[in-house]
Antibody, heavy 120, light 107 residues
Framework: EVQLVQSGAEVKKPGESLKISCKGSGYSFTNYWIAWVRQMPGKGLEWMGI????????RYSPSFQGQVTISGDKSINTAYLQWSSLKASDTAMYYCARLGLGGYSYGDYWGQGTLVTVSS | EIVLTQSPGTLSLSPGERATLSCRASQSIISYLAWYQQKPGQAPRLLIYGASNRATGIPDRFSGSGSGTDFTLTISRLEPEDCGVYYC?????????FGQGTKLEIK
């Protein structure tokens, strides 16, 4: 069974750093891309960026380029999303998703989400 | 960036009725369109990919159609558990983008 399990909710202060994770199981991790998707409170879905574990190719949506870093460790089937200096506007639910067909495609399996709250 | 516009914003229907949700792209995306259902407090669930292909485990009450710029998700016989927000997503262009969602209420 394909599963993506994300790390737990986080409460941080503005300016702090954060790294959240997404661990895959039940499939060959290095054969698929993983995407990160943001959902701000009460809002829709936004595509942040993707990573391919076969060769660590990483691509960002223009809106998120330079704002976050996507990385991964294929030895433990885990993708990461990190911030070096959080802002209140980073408060959101963050989902990881396995992409079903190549780099830019659809999410066929999704993690349960990680809620990030940034507040002073 | 390709913009997807979904309509209506909210749809309120009774069990057993047919729901028709629309998604229009700002330029041709051929058939590179997916549909998701998101229930409150849950992650999105893939329903349809390639505009008309049902994802694994999705009931045949859900069907997708369209190509180019105009797409439709049809739920043929609504059940109470079909309530939620439905999003379309294009993956023809970079970056992939989502529509703003249609909220489906079951009376």
């Amino acid at each position: 069974e394909v599963q993506l399990v994300q790390s737990g909710a986080e409460v941080k202060k503005p300016g702090e750093s954060l790294k959240i994770s997404c661990k895959g199981s039940g499939y060959s991790f290095t054969n698929y891309w993983i995407a990160w998707v943001r959902q701000m409170p009460g809002k829709g879905l936004e595509w942040m960026g993707i990573i391919y574990f076969g060769d660590s190719d990483t691509r960002y949506s223009p809106s998120f380029q330079g704002q976050v870093t996507i990385s991964g460790d294929k030895s433990i089937n885990t993708a990461y999303l990190q911030w070096s200096s959080l802002k209140a506007s980073d408060t959101a639910m963050y989902y990881c998703a396995r992409l079903g067909l190549g780099g830019y495609s659809y999410g066929d399996y999704w993690g349960q989400g990680t809620l990030v709250t940034v507040s002073s | 960036e390709i913009v997807l516009t979904q309509s209506p914003g909210t749809l309120s229907l009774s069990p057993g009725e047919r729901a028709t949700l629309s998604c229009r792209a700002s330029q041709s995306i051929i058939s590179y369109l997916a549909w998701y259902q998101q229930k409150p407090g849950q992650a999105p669930r893939l329903l349809i990919y390639g505009a008309s292909n049902r994802a694994t485990g999705i009931p045949d009450r859900f069907s997708g159609s369209g190509s180019g710029t105009d797409f439709t998700l049809t739920i043929s016989r609504l059940e109470p558990e079909d309530c939620g927000v439905y999003y379309c997503q294009q993956y023809a262009g970079s970056p992939p983008t989502f529509g703003q969602g249609t909220k489906l209420e079951i009376k």
